[in-house]
């Protein structure tokens, strides 16, 4: 079964950094997209940032500044770079991927379990 399995939360000051990893397992097939999102205390999930199909990677407006995502393709992987952290980036990171079933054409969202990410003024 596909499982994703995130590490890297933690507690950090502001201004500091933390970095979030995933790894994702159980998909036999080249993942289309993976990234990271978040919910805020109170609020719906948000994107923080993707590595789509295609194209250039995408970062909320908010984060397009201080985070960088990037994938390692042969081990199923995508890392979150957090800089310049701030108070209002605490929330609960959720791993994400898009990927194909054992059909090898259906496609899915998959997340992980989230991980806390806390940032103290």
């Known amino acids: 079964q596909v499982q994703l399995v995130e590490s890297g939360g933690g507690l950090v000051q502001a201004g500091g950094s933390l970095t979030l990893s995933c790894a994702a397992s159980?998909?036999?097939?080249?993942?289309?997209?993976m990234g990271w999102y978040r919910r805020l205390p109170g609020k719906e999930r948000e994107l923080v940032a993707t590595v789509p199909n295609s194209g250039s990677n995408r970062y909320a407006d908010s984060n397009k500044d201080r985070f960088t995502i990037y994938r390692d393709y042969a081990g199923n992987t995508v890392t979150l770079q957090m800089d310049s952290l701030k108070p209002e980036d605490t929330a609960v990171y959720y791993c994400?991927?898009?990927?194909?079933?054992?059909?090898?054409?259906?496609?899915?969202?998959?997340w992980g379990q989230g991980t806390q990410v806390t940032v103290s003024s």
């Open positions: 994400y991927c898009n990927a194909y079933d054992a059909s090898g054409w259906r496609r899915y969202d998959y």
């Open positions: 159980g998909i036999s097939f080249p993942i289309p997209a």
